[in-house]
């Protein structure tokens, strides 16, 4: 599956337009992360479990989104975007969206 930011695709030609698809995780925090990103905050330095928390939340919702392209009959999701929101104290949605759409070899 081919994902891009841009509105089309460089070499390609979208010939059909399926629509919207979207994919999402909410996560929230637990205790051992939390001690140890208090601990690396206090002796700065990459919070390494949240990175890897993110990490894994963004590829979730990406294979999300493009399992729901897929049943659409997409072959590429063209303007791809990211977006956060807070649930509730210490747990955060990440979706990520885009349109599924059908793309040929621009001739």
């Known amino acids: 599956m081919l994902i891009v930011t841009t509105d089309g695709v460089p070499g390609k030609k979208i010939v059909r337009v399926l629509g919207l ?3 999402n995780t ?5 205790i ?10 206090v002796a700065g330095g990459e919070i390494v479990e949240y990175t890897k928390m ?3 939340s963004r590829e979730q919702s ?6 729901e392209a ?11 975007r990211f977006a956060t ?23």
């Open 85 to 107: 929101a807070s649930m509730m104290e210490g747990a955060a949605e990440l979706l990520v969206y885009g349109t599924g759409v059908v793309v040929e070899d621009d001739k």
């Open 32 to 41: 051992g992360r939390d001690v140890m990103a208090f601990l690396r905050n």
């Open 62 to 67: 990406l294979d999300r989104m493009v399992a």
């Open 70 to 80: 897929e049943e659409m009959g997409a072959n590429a999701i063209v303007a791809c």
């Open 26 to 30: 909410v996560r929230a925090r637990n």
């Open 21 to 23: 698809v979207k994919g």
């Open 54 to 56: 993110l990490a894994e």
